[in-house]
C-alpha cells in the first residue's frame, strides 16, 4: 500500500513508499530519507523529532532516518536550517517508509549556522563536532575570492592553519597527516593546489563538510586527529541546471541533471587557475615557466528502488610547476630542458545503500585513491650528426589504496542508535623512487635505463561497533569500539580502540559532554628538511618503525539560547600522542635505499591541550560566530633538542577569529572575517661563529649556532577580510557578483621569517606573501 | 625546478620586511674548533669563539689565544699544541697525524666548558699505473690524457674524491680547494682539468654519492671533480680510468695533477650538512619546516675536527713528475721570471 501525504501549508511532500509489518505492539517503525524537493537531493543533519517525546534522531550522511514512534498518533518536526521545516502527524498502523522532502528556505531567510542543524550543540553527544553548510562557506570572505572550505575550516576553534595564508589544518597540536579528510569515503592525501595556498575542494561541487577534530567515534580510524568529512553534491534528479564562476585566479563551471528523471542524475565539475596562460605574455625568449591547477568531480546515482541506491563519484586533481628551456648551439645545435613537479589526487568509489526490512541501514563503499609527486628532468640534445641523446630523470612518492567499506546502522528506538561496520584498506606505497634513462641515437652502448626505490604495502582491517544510548532520563552515550588492525613487511600490529562520547543534559538546553578516544595510525608522512615543497612521502609502519597511537580526554560544556539563535560551547581537551617521527639530524631521504627508513627516523611523543570557546548566532539577518583558542602543543624526541621537549610547529597560544554574515536584503549580504593568532614558534640561531678554513668564502664566513628549537616566537599575525555580495535573480537563473578584500588593513602578517646579513650583522626578516589583496568574482546559475 | 616554483610564489609576494623577535635568554658564547688534518701536514687547530647571532663585531677580537689543546691517540701518546697567532694552534715538534689513527682532540680555555671531539685520517692506498697522451693539443690547445689509478679499498666505510688540476699561469684567486694547501702569495696556480670516467658510481657531490638513487655522472659529462663511496667494489681494488683534457698554455708547459683523497666520516658528514644547511635565503626557510643546521663533531663545542688522506700525482706531457719550481707554482703573477 502506498501513502502519499502534502502539508500543503509548509510546501512539503511526503511519500508514503511502502508498509511493512510492524513488530512492536505499541508502535510502530518510520524509517527513510529526507530530500531536497527541488533537486531530490538526499539531506544529511536533518533533524527529525518527536514532539510528545522529546526525541529524535538526526540523519545520516545518506539522508537516512529511522525512528520508533507510538501507534496512536505522534507529531514529528523535521527541521535543517537551509530548509523550511516541515510538521507532520503520522497515525501508523503498521511500519512505514517514508521520503520526506523539504523546500529550500527563501533567501532572505537563510541564514546559516556553523553548527546546529535542526538539533542543539546543547543535545548533541558528539563533541568537537562542526558542520558547515557549503552556502555559508561561499559567504566567507576569502584569499582571491576563492571560497575555501579548509580556509574557512581554520576559523574554528582548535584548528590551526599553519603558515599565514596557507589551507593546510593542524587540530589541536596534531601533523597534517594526522587528520583523516574524505571525499565521499575516499581518502584524500593532500587537500591542497599551489603548495598549499588553496584546497582541493571546488565549493560548487560540495553537499556539506564535517568536522571532527577530537575523540571521534568508533567509525572513524587511520587518523589521530580529526576527521573531515567532504560529501559531493548527487546531482538534480529533477532538472537540468548549472553554474559558471568567473574569478580571478580560477573559473569553475558545473553542470547537472538527470539522467532518468527521479531515478538517476549526474553532476559533472570543473576547476582551473588561468595564471600560466598569463605568465607567457612576460617570458623571455625560449624559456617558459608556469604552474597551474585543476580539479575535475564527477558523481552519478541511480535510484534503483526505494530501498537501494548506488552512487558513483571520481575526483581527479593535479597541480603542476613546468619549466622548458631551448636554447640554440653552435653549429646549429639545439638542446631542450623540460622540468616538471606535479602531484595531485585521484579518487573513485562506488556505494551501494540498503535499506533492509525497516530497521537496517547499509553501506557498502569500494573504492580507489592515490596520491603521487612527480618531478621530471629530461635533457635532450640535437647531435650535429643527426639524431639526439636524451638524458631523463624521474622521481616519484606515491600512495595507491585499494579500499571496501561495509557498514549498518540500526535505530532501536529514537534514543538508542548502533552503528557497526568493517573495513579494509590495501596499500601500495612507494615513498621515493627514480628512474634514469639515457638514450642516445648515435652511441647506442649508453643507452641505460635504471630504477631504484622500494616499494611497501601496508594491509589495514578493521571492525567497530557504536552504540549510542541513554543512561536514564540525563544521561546519553556513544560508547565504541574499533578493533584495527595492520600487517606488512612481515610485521603483524593490533589494537583496541576504545571511544566514548557522554551527553548529561543538566538543564533543557544545557549539558556537559565528555569524551575518550584512543587512537591508531598505521601511516606516517615525511617531510624532508630542506626538500621541496610537495615532496611528501607516506611510509607504513614497518618493522622499526612503530604505529602511532594518541589519547584524547576532552570536557565540554554546552549551553543553547534558542531565543536568541544562540550557541556557546567551552571544551577543554588533552591529547598524548606517540610513535612520532622526525627525520634524524642530517639524514635524509635519499640514504633509505641504503639505510632502510628505520634507521633514518627519530621517534618522540606529543602532548598538547588546550581550552576552546566558541559562540555562534544562526538563522538570523546577522549570524556568525566569535571563537577563542588557548592552546599548547610540544613534541619530545630523546635524540633532538637535548631531549627536551619543544614546542611543536604550529603551537599558537592564542587563536581568535570572528566571524559575520548580514543579509541586508535578499539580493545584498555582507561578509566580515577578522583572525588574530599569538606567533608561530621559530627555531632560531642563537650564536654564529666561523668558518676560518673550510667554507671561508661563504656566507662571509658565517655560520648560525641554532638554539633551543623553536624557542622565538614569530610575530602575532592579524587581518580584516570583508566581502559583499549581490544576487538578482534573473529569468533564465541568477547571477552573483562578489566584491571582497583580503586583509583591509594592509597588516604585513610573517608567513616565513629567515635571518640575514646585513651590513656585517644578522638581521630578521619576514616575507608577507599576502596583504591587501582586491578579489572580484562573478558567478552565474541556470 | 625551485626556479619554476619561486617565480610562481614570487608573484604572490607581498614583501619582505625587517622583523623584531625576542630571545629568551642570553647567549653563552661556545668553542669553535676549525681543523682539517692530513698526514701530509703538521697538526693545526684554528680556535675561536662563537657570538650572539645580533653582534656585529670584530672576529679578531674573538680568537681564542690561551686554550690548553691537547691530541691523544688513545695509546698513551698525548700531544700538546701551543699557539702561534690569531687562535692558531700547532705542533711545537712539528708532528703530524698518522693514518688509520684515531684521534681525540680537547680544548680547555677559561669561561668556556671544555670541548672534545675525535676523528682519523683514513689510510689511503692509491697508485697511478699509467698516463698517456691521447691526442695532441687541437686548436684550443687542449691535450687528451688516459689516467688509471688503482684504488685499493680498506675495511670499512670510505669515502673518496678524485679532483684534477693543471697549472695555470695568470693570477688566480687563492681559494682554498678541498685540502690543497694554500698558494701564499702566488700568482700562478691551480685551475680544474675536465675529465670523463666510464667508472660506476662517481657523483659531482658528497651529498649525491650517499643517494643510492642518484644518477652518477654519465661518460659524458665533464668534470674536474668526483666524489664516490666504496659502496660498489667495497674491500676491492678499483681500477679507474680517466680521461682529462690539459689545457695547454705558451708560457707554463702542460704541468697537471691528480688528487685522490679518502675523507673521515667527520668532514664528509661537515660537508654535505654545510650544502644542505639553511643558510641565509628564505627560500631554503620556505622550503622546510625548520632550519637545517651545519653539523659539528665538537662535542660542547662547535666546528670540526676532521681527518683527510690525500695522494697528489703530478705529471707533465711525458709523463714526468714536476716540481713547484719548474711550474712556477708561487711566483708572482706578475714576475716575468
Redesign the interface.
Known sequence: MRQIATPSTLAACLFLVGLFNCVAAQSYRVSGYIEDSESGERIAGVHVYLDQQRAGVVTNQYGFYSLNIPALGSRISVSHVSYESVVIDLELRADTVLVIRLDPRVLLMNEVAVTSEGETLASRIQMSHHTLPIQQIEEIPVLFGESDVLRTLQLLPGLQGGREGFSQIYVRGGGADQNLILLDGQTVYNPTH??G?FSVFNSSALKGVELIKGGFPARYGGRLSSVVNFTMKDGSRKRFAGEGVLGILTSKFLIEGPLVRDKASFLFSGRRTF?DLF?RWFQPAGKT???YFHDLNFKANYKISSRDHVHVSAYLGEDA???RERAEGVMHISTDLD?I?KWGNRLASIRWNRLIGDKIFANLIAGVTSYRVV?E?KEREDLPEGGS?I?A?R?HSSIVDISTRLEFEYAASPRHYLRGGVEYVHHWLSP???R?R?KSDQQPQ?NTQ?E??RQLSLNELAVYLEDEIPIGMRVRTNMGLRISSAHGDGKFWGALEPRIGTNIALKKNSSVKLSYALMKQYLHLL?Q?????SQEQWIPAMDGIPPQHSTQVAVGFAQSFPRYSIDVSLEAYRKRTHGLTEFK??S?A??A??LGWPALLEFGEGASYGLEVLIERRQRRLSGWVSYTLAKASRTFSNLNGGLSFPD?YDRRHDISIVLNYRASSRISFGASWVYGSGYP??????????????????G???????????????SVHRLDVSVQFKKQLSWGKRTFVLGVYNVYNR?N?T??????Y?????????????LIPAISYQIEF | MRFAIFIVLSSLTGCISPVELDFPDSYSPKIVVNSVFTPDSVWTVYLQQSIPYAHKVDWEEHYILNAVVSITDGQGMTERLLHTEDGIYKSPQGHRPIPGTDYTLTVEAPSFTPVQAKSSAPELIVYLDSIEELQEPNRENIGLYEVTLSLEDRPGDHRYSIHALHVYPKCVERRRRDGLPFLDDAGTGFRGSTFESAFPGLHLSPEEAEDASAEPISTEVGTSIVYFSDRLFGQEVAKINLTLEVRHYETVAPYFMLVVSSWSRELWDYYISYSRSTGFDYEYFLASPRPIPVITNVENGLGYFAGMTEKSFRSDRQGREWTDEQARLGKDCNDPN
Open positions: 599551489v603548495l595556498i595564471l605568465t615557466y608556469g604552474g610547476l613546468t619549466y622540468q613537479h618531478r628532468h641523446e638524458y630523470r622521481w621515493g623512487s627514480t634514469n639515457v649508453l635504471t631504484s626505490g617531510t628538511l630542506g626538500s621541496s615543497l639530524e642530517h635524509y635519499h640514504q635505499t641504503a610547529n621559530i627555531w632560531a640561531p642563537a650564536g654564529r661563529y666561523l668558518d676560518r678554513v673550510y667554507f671561508v668564502q661563504d656566507y664566513g658565517n655560520f648560525l649556532d641554532y638554539g633551543l628549537v623553536n624557542s622565538v616566537r614569530a610575530p604585513q610573517p616565513i621569517v629567515y635571518p640575514y646579513i651590513d656585517a650583522t644578522i638581521q630578521w626578516r619576514q616575507v608577507s606573501l599576502f596583504q
